[in-house]
């Protein structure tokens, strides 16, 4: 069954440095998405993609975060200059259609010190 | 704004008794919601799901019921196992625009006792 990939599985890094979480969608998907948790808490939405744009972001995706599909396969998402509360399982999530529904990847655990 | 209330927080069960778990949402334009299990550092699963114009989905031993007019929505797990324990999260769609997002509720760690 295909599925949702995500590299690397946990990302430790500095503060202020920039990090690229990376995701390969289901291969006939066209709707991308990235997720947050913070320890303990409800998944959060972050960033919706389609057709090589973004089509919705929450007020957590500021100027520090963008995203793209580079190759047209892996979805990205960088965060320019980590801060300690970025720290988070950060998931992706693709989908077929606008309101199909959507599948998440097993996530990036990121760490910043 | 947009919100999902997730009931109860833990929920502790013997096996093979049943587990119930309840959401309401605030958006009455959300026509889709489906339901995960998130075990220990993996990703959220999808369970089952349910659309705005069906009341009542079942598959096996899990269903879920929804209640467009009192915007809630729930999740029965029947004859629950050992392995049906994790973190069970609701959510919402919200469709704005000809694009979606999920809007998650805080989820419910279910605990099934042997």
């Known amino acids: 069954e295909p599925e949702v990939t995500q590299t690397p599985s946990h990302q430790v890094t500095q503060m202020g440095q920039e990090v690229i979480l990376r995701c390969v969608p289901i291969?006939?998907?066209?709707?991308f998405y990235w997720y947050r948790q913070i320890l303990g808490q409800k998944v959060e939405f972050l960033v919706s993609?389609?057709?090589?744009?973004?089509?919705?972001k929450s007020e957590i995706f500021d100027d520090q975060f963008s995203v793209e599909r580079p190759d047209g396969s892996n979805f990205t998402l960088k965060i320019r200059s980590t801060k300690l509360e970025d720290s988070a399982m950060y998931f992706c999530a693709t989908g077929q259609g606008a309101t199909d529904t959507q599948y998440f990847g097993p996530g990036t655990r990121l760490t910043v010190l | 704004g947009e919100n999902v209330e997730q009931h109860p927080s833990t929920l502790s069960v013997q096996e093979g008794d049943s587990a119930v778990i309840k959401c309401t949402y605030s958006d009455s334009a959300s026509n889709y919601f489906p339901w995960y299990k998130q075990e220990l550092g993996k990703g959220p699963q999808l369970i089952i799901d349910?659309?705005?114009?069906?009341g009542e989905k079942k598959d096996q031993r899990i269903a879920v019921t929804l209640n467009k007019t009192a915007k809630h929505f729930s999740l029965h797990i029947t004859e629950t196992q050992p392995e049906d324990s994790a973190v069970y999260f609701c959510a919402a769609f919200m469709f704005s625009g000809g694009y979606n997002k999920l809007i998650f509720g805080a989820g419910t760690r279910l605990a099934v006792h042997p």
């Open positions: 349910i659309r705005s114009n069906v």
């Open positions: 291969s006939n998907h066209l709707y």
């Open positions: 993609f389609y057709n090589n744009e973004i089509s919705e």
